[in-house]
């Protein structure tokens, strides 16, 4: 079954600023149902035009608004939500994209408040089309759409749309595009599912801690994974499979991501650990999502056509034997 | 003019443990010259089969040999080697591959060297080809070969092969491969150029610190970019330029090779700095090298397609304007 | 006024798991009224013997329980609470301290969950008297007693009590201590106060993540300071002012609570920027308090002695001269 | 035996810019001597008022001077060196004390050097008293003089002396100070020790990265212990023992000196490893050294009279039974 969270209807509500579990659900679907929702932009899409300053329309903490919760019947705590990304299509008038500097925030912001003023707060608007987002005069990025922030409730806790975890959240993962099912903790009864704050373009890092922001129609289907407990993110698509970390400092972001993988890989692929340890060494791949929010994210994956075990050693034996 | 430095030859001197300005050039070489250098493996070939430990064989601190120095004419402080990579051909006996776990190294090794004892120090040798890494009986990994150590002398400080920084050195970085040129700072005369530590294939981060490791015939050609005083190593091919950050934790590399490679975009490609900032937030890509040395590598790179500056906005005024 | 938050009160409504908005008070004061608080210790009261296991009693997300909320009336976003801790007095049967390891937690633990086994989970129970903490038949430990978890909510979201940050929460920091006055940002009306966690003993960084937990009756006296809207906690007893900061890296926690004390020697002490900076390198002083929890938490402080600004140099005109 | 490293006499092979094996030893002693050593101060004495600039005196790499090296008979790779630390006396003329702003130096200093100018580059200088350190017209700081750079030759690298490590070195640890021994590893025939960088006064973290820098007289005595291969440098006075660590992150280097610190106890103070672990949980000690130069250096220590071992109960055995 198809369903829609139309911005109209989210507005009735409210758009939420919290990842959580104290928000009553906009939308109940089943497992196997799609869902078109009507995402804002960062800024509420309030960022209209170059003249303005983010500061004039930031209302702390109202910021990063996600739409959202929705219900899966049936996701019970310690199963995993598949939710599988359909398509991103922009939507609003042009130019629709906003990218900004904010205050003391981003990649290279100064270290102190007290003693550096902040960068300037130069928005740029631009115009965004399924065919490209038209950087400047002469140049048209690629249009490579993905969802910055998706994630479902904590039991007890409520987070802040700004930062990312094993909730998921504000990832800023640049794969988390259409085409491929985003596995995410069930911890309270119907997962209560989030998403919004969709990218037109963005970098490895998200340098300057604000994409192309742009409003969206994005579709998901959503199905639900019994008896599996992850405690992080996983991602997959027709080529590979990825698990992520969401901590800082970077490199722990890093390991964790590693870590959760090498137990994927043992638990589904029939993986020895040190197997998994070795050939992710050889072969895994490693993108920065974000390096601005208050964790930073990283997803590590490995090719599926690489997930082939090394059945001819014994590693645990030789384990014993190399102690 | 072509230069060889044979296994030989370089045996003579002894590769050398450091990358530093305390050890006689073994080879002179003017600019345009090409010299294929004969490595080792970063166990200096020692590791021979499966039923070794690396700590049978690791004499402290004599670890990672690379080849060199190489003295550059004309090179001066104040300039950049150039190094292009030509080609990286096996050499020596099958297996000729390494790969193992070593005593408290690798990104996921124990914490505590007091509390936890060390992973199993299993070694594996596979056989490299140069159409593929036999990683096990079903599965052949691409030959995707690089320099792992590359460095030029400090004018004071000799620094150990198995640390990266500013001088380049253990960067680890996959992106140093034929087809590629490194720029290197010269800080002394010649610039006293090492290389070595070539490996076959390597994940990103190279997880368990050890990829697969092999000797080489590597062919390079050096030339000097006079006047250039860069402070880190910088990277580029046909399709990108790419700056470099080694240092912990890991999202200050990232930060450092960002504000690397916009200093490049606005001394060579026009960029007004808040321009440069802004595009790699949309476009830049982080490669995180090693995740396991002393310090950590990442090269941060934007396309050769996208170096094009928005050329209709005052960036400086409207910083003034909207600070 | 003084008022009991006695333990049988408490577990009416329960004790909180999280500190955030969506709780009701279990007691409203004025300002200046003080409260006698039962406070359990992190683990429930429930590893009541050597024999068991942390892991037995866990029961995730339900960790560290904290007192409250409670409601002060007048406190309104932009105000601080003035938390003024009276005392701390050890409660229940012997051997009532309790320390531990848990599984995959403290700050030597190992990094992989994949790989590498968890610590055993050993437990201590250890006497707690007023005149000392026996830590084995020849060593006793001072009662050095201090408030491990205190925070105020957020105006939206919900934080375990597991992670300290710009709330307060679980900082662990032993300056905490009757005598001190701990300084909370209001950001919902009534201020909505949180504590717990009490620990007669504790380390720097709170090496293991688990001090000498103890349940306690911990005394307060609570005030309002208008118009006084911190971003981060911070702390006053006779001798010294401190700013806090809890997050990863712990440099970035280090940076941030002397960029704090830098703002407030500026906003209250009469300090020009630079002077507190010079200041502050010369005589700040900085206190770990915990290396363990999902942010790390440092105190920087400065002696109310030194307060003394350099008032015959004009660091404005210097620092325009020396740009 | 009585020896001094006059100035004069330093000069005619030079400070020493960096510390290593490859400079000639100033002075020979043998075990049990003492040395009076003229220090310079870390701007080699040339910051000499406060209208000039830091960046006019630098010579890029020539920074931090150190005397030495002192060879020390008999000290072989796998003992250690004894340095106990007599007295620290100022000289030279008034105001001898010089702190200051460098560019992009510094614990709050801009990320960015593309995007963000420097700090100004404020000199200041005070005068240095041994009752005391003129820091304004009416402030007198404690005179608390210490050793900011103290180390020991690697046999292969050389460090330049504003980077501590395993070697010792730019610590900067406020803990260095008359009464003192510190344990320094001999990795070359000699030991070869260096020492410069005195501090007058000095905040934990030396925060603007410039402490009360000053040239002195200072005495130490130097003693061999035979067959202690320690991988860091210790410390111990009358009151602790102190284990170092010097890397980056800071949680890293807690760690790593909270590790070695734990070594230290179960190999000289007949702890199991699980009670010291548990031990510095409850009375551990961290001193943050500097979170400024290359690596961040943090002392962990225990007092002396906390030294004693649980001896009745079976760590071992229970962790067996806790696994």
């Given at each position: 079954?198809?369903?829609t969270i139309m911005e109209a209807e989210q507005r009735k509500t409210g758009y939420?600023?919290?990842?959580?579990?104290?928000?009553?659900?906009v939308l109940?679907?089943?497992?196997?149902?799609?869902?078109a929702v009507e995402t804002l932009?960062?800024?509420?899409c309030?960022?209209?035009?170059?003249?303005?300053?983010?500061?004039?329309?930031?209302?702390?903490?109202?910021?990063?608004?996600?739409s959202?919760?929705?219900?899966?019947?049936?996701?019970?705590?310690?199963?995993?939500?598949?939710?599988?990304?359909?398509?991103?299509?922009?939507r609003g008038?042009?130019?629709?994209?906003?990218?900004?500097?904010?205050?003391?925030?981003?990649?290279?912001?100064?270290?102190?408040?007290?003693?550096?003023?902040?960068?300037?707060?130069?928005?740029?608007?631009?115009?965004?089309?399924?065919?490209?987002?038209?950087?400047?005069?002469?140049?048209?990025?690629?249009?490579?759409?993905?969802?910055?922030?998706?994630?479902?409730?904590?039991?007890?806790?409520?987070?802040?749309?700004?930062?990312?975890?094993?909730?998921?959240?504000?990832?800023?993962?640049?794969?988390?595009?259409?085409?491929?099912?985003?596995?995410?903790?069930?911890?309270?009864?119907?997962?209560?599912?989030?998403?919004?704050?969709?990218?037109?373009?963005?970098?490895?890092?998200?340098?300057?801690?604000?994409?192309?922001?742009?409003p969206?129609t994005?579709?998901?289907?959503?199905?639900?994974?019994?008896?599996?407990?992850?405690?992080?993110?996983?991602?997959?698509?027709?080529?590979?499979?990825?698990?992520?970390?969401?901590?800082?400092?970077?490199?722990?972001?890093?390991?964790?991501?590693?870590?959760?993988?090498?137990?994927?890989?043992?638990?589904?692929?029939?993986?020895?650990?040190?197997?998994?340890?070795?050939?992710?060494?050889?072969?895994?791949?490693?993108?920065?999502?974000?390096?601005?929010?208050?964790?930073?994210?990283?997803?590590?994956?490995?090719?599926?056509?690489?997930?082939?075990?090394?059945?001819?050693?014994?590693?645990?034996?030789?384990?014993?034997?190399?102690?």
């Amino acid at each position: 079954m198809h369903h829609t969270i139309m911005e109209a209807e989210q507005r009735k509500t409210g758009y939420s600023y919290t990842i959580g579990p104290y928000m009553e659900p906009v939308l109940t679907v089943k497992p196997g149902d799609s869902v078109a929702v009507e995402t804002l932009d960062c800024f509420e899409c309030k960022l209209e035009n170059e003249s303005m300053r983010a500061s004039d329309i930031a209302r702390i903490p109202f910021l990063n608004p996600v739409s959202g919760p929705i219900y899966v019947e049936g996701a019970q705590p310690g199963d995993a939500l598949a939710v599988r990304i359909r398509s991103i299509v922009p939507r609003g008038d042009q130019p629709r994209g906003t990218t900004c500097l904010q205050k003391y925030f981003g990649g290279l912001t100064p270290t102190s408040r007290s003693l550096s003023a902040p960068f300037p707060e130069i928005v740029r608007k631009v115009a965004v089309h399924e065919d490209g987002v038209a950087w400047n005069r002469k140049l048209t990025l690629p249009y490579q759409p993905f969802i910055g922030t998706i994630g479902t409730a904590h039991l007890l806790f409520s987070t802040d749309t700004l930062t990312p975890g094993n909730h998921g959240g504000n990832m800023d993962l640049p794969d988390i595009v259409p085409g491929a099912t985003v596995y995410l903790p069930v911890r309270k009864d119907g997962g209560m599912l989030f998403l919004g704050d969709c990218h037109a373009a963005q970098g490895d890092g998200e340098l300057c801690g604000v994409a192309i922001e742009f409003p969206t129609t994005t579709t998901i289907e959503v199905d639900v994974v019994k008896n599996w407990p992850i405690e992080w993110p996983m991602l997959e698509n027709d080529e590979f499979i990825m698990a992520t970390g969401s901590v800082k400092p970077l490199e722990e972001a890093v390991r964790t991501a590693y870590d959760n993988l090498i137990g994927w890989m043992v638990s589904h692929y029939g993986f020895n650990k040190w197997d998994a340890y070795f050939l992710l060494t050889q072969a895994g791949r490693v993108r920065v999502g974000n390096v601005v929010d208050p964790c930073y994210t990283v997803g590590a994956s490995i090719l599926k056509k690489y997930l082939v075990p090394t059945d001819d050693i014994d590693f645990d034996a030789l384990a014993r034997e190399k102690a």
